[in-house]
């Protein structure tokens, strides 16, 4: 079975810093892969980022890294330089062989960034 | 504007009614992807469509009728639903599901329908 926790149920960062969201994971599958949306309130749900199991480097995509620690089974969101748009619900998930390949997701991060 | 796109974007029924919500995209994706999702919770897969046949249901309720027509629509039936039905639908759809590769396909998510049921 595998398993995505999210422990921080909601975080205030002030705007043009930068904030840490953390997930951890657990699987037996050797190959996964590990992602990360956003939702704002208005619903839809936004890829940010993308890392694989046997990725050597953290992913980046702009204002989003991924600090990726495999042994220590973490793949955790930083978002720098916040902005009072990325005021959202953040989701991290994974994708395994063993459970066809659905997508599994954490329970989810509320971010609310303050002027 | 997302590359899914989802209609209506708010649906009020009864519970006896008879409804649809509609789902398309121009991706060339072949998975495609039903989920329910309830304030402040993840979205829960309800269905998923791989090269226009339906390879997962979730156990869901009659009730929810998945349709694949062609490759760039997805619909979802409604009929009898019940207080609890009342959620955020949202479509998604991916490059593919189980082949090779697939592991690092992110599903592309519509804005959701809000379905209240009286």
């Known amino acids: 079975a595998q398993k995505i926790t999210q422990t921080q149920p909601g975080m205030f960062v002030q705007e043009k810093e930068a904030v840490t969201l953390d997930c951890t994971y657990d699987t037996s599958d050797p190959s996964y892969g590990l992602f990360w949306y956003k939702q704002p309130s208005s619903g839809e749900m936004i890829f940010l980022i993308y890392q694989g199991s046997y990725d050597q480097q953290n992913a980046t995509e702009g204002r989003y890294s991924l600090n990726f620690q495999k042994a220590r089974k973490s793949a955790n969101l930083v978002i720098s330089a916040s902005q009072l748009g990325d005021s959202a619900m953040y989701f991290c998930a994974m994708r395994v062989p063993s459970n066809d390949y659905k997508l599994s997701f954490g329970a989810g991060t509320t971010v609310t960034v303050r002027a | 504007d997302t590359e899914v796109t989802q209609t209506p974007k708010h649906l009020v029924m009864g519970m006896t009614n008879k409804k649809s919500l509609k789902c398309e995209q121009h991706m060339g994706h072949r998975a495609m992807y039903w989920y329910k999702q309830k304030a402040k919770k993840p979205p829960e897969l309800m269905f998923v469509y791989s090269y226009e046949k339906l390879s997962i249901n979730e156990s869901v309720p009659s009730r929810f009728s998945p349709e694949c027509p062609n490759s760039s629509l997805l619909n979802l039936h409604l009929h009898a639903l019940q207080p609890e039905d009342s959620a955020l639908y949202l479509c998604?759809?991916?490059?593919?599901?189980?082949?090779?590769?697939?592991?690092?396909?992110?599903?592309?998510f519509g804005d959701g329908t809000r379905l209240s049921i009286l």
């Open positions: 998604a759809s991916s490059l593919q599901t189980r082949r090779t590769g697939a592991l690092n396909q992110p599903q592309h």
